[in-house]
């Protein structure tokens, strides 16, 4: 057979005799295994402590994967090395990562990856085995999270009344019995509408407390949340 696709042919009988798939399998599953352990670091369970999220387990096991074929087809070819990382360039990541050990992990994954696929899996052992020390060490002076209990609301209630002084008597009496603190009131006599401005100490108190004014000429009962910025987001 002649022309492009018997130089083709030849390439690719050429490649299989420098690399047999028995040599390349291994690699390939000591660096999926290496990821496996360093990313879902499974003594959290025995420490009670929560594991890493699922997507960042998956993606550590695909790069230390990853790295470990980049190693085998770069070889020792120089030009090669030079195009895969030019092809890298292309990659863009749209998620932050917002814990920066995620990003040494990342680091240390593709390391071990590569020298999976460069065919040191004495190198790979012994390295996996002190990240996970470290790790370990690290998870054991881990800080437990402060709790967000008790964190309070801020929240706009509008509505309107024919007797606004009267609606904002009830208003204020059914927020009082649920501990929810008014932190300033404004009437519009004109526009027969009133503002209340509470801060809820529980999520779900407000819903609450309004569910005791029924019967109350109260007309389009509506709240919103207001955030640490001033903006605002209806709830009801």
């Not at 470990?68 to 890298?88: C, N, P, Q, W, Y």
Request: glycine share 10%; charged share 20%.
């Amino acid at each position: 057979m002649e022309g492009p696709f018997a130089t083709m042919f030849q390439d690719v009988e050429r490649e299989l005799q420098s690399l047999s798939m028995a040599s390349m399998l291994p690699r390939l599953l000591a660096a999926a295994l290496i990821g496996a352990l360093l990313s879902s670091r499974p003594w959290r369970l025995v420490m009670g402590k929560p594991l890493p999220k699922s997507e960042m387990v998956q993606a550590q096991i695909l790069l230390c994967a990853a790295a470990a074929v980049i190693t085998a087809v770069i070889g020792d070819s120089v030009a090669k090395a030079f195009g895969l990382v030019g092809l890298g360039g292309f990659v863009r990541f749209r998620s932050g990562l917002k814990d920066p050990r995620d990003a040494a992990i990342l680091f240390l994954v593709i390391g071990l990856g590569m020298a999976c696929g460069h065919g040191n899996l004495v190198l790979a052992s012994v390295g996996t085995a002190f990240v996970m020390v470290l790790l370990l060490v690290l998870d054991l002076f881990e800080k437990k999270a402060a709790p967000t209990a008790g964190a309070k609301q801020r929240l706009v209630l509008s509505a309107q009344s024919d007797d606004l002084v009267g609606a904002e008597a009830t208003l204020r009496q059914a927020l009082g019995e649920r501990n929810v603190m008014v932190k300033s009131c404004a009437l519009d006599f004109s526009a027969r509408r009133l503002e209340l401005e509470v801060e809820e100490p529980e999520p779900g108190t407000l819903a609450a407390a309004l569910g005791k004014t029924e019967g109350a000429s109260l007309r389009g009962l509506r709240w919103t949340s207001v955030s640490a910025k001033g903006a605002r987001e209806e709830m009801a």
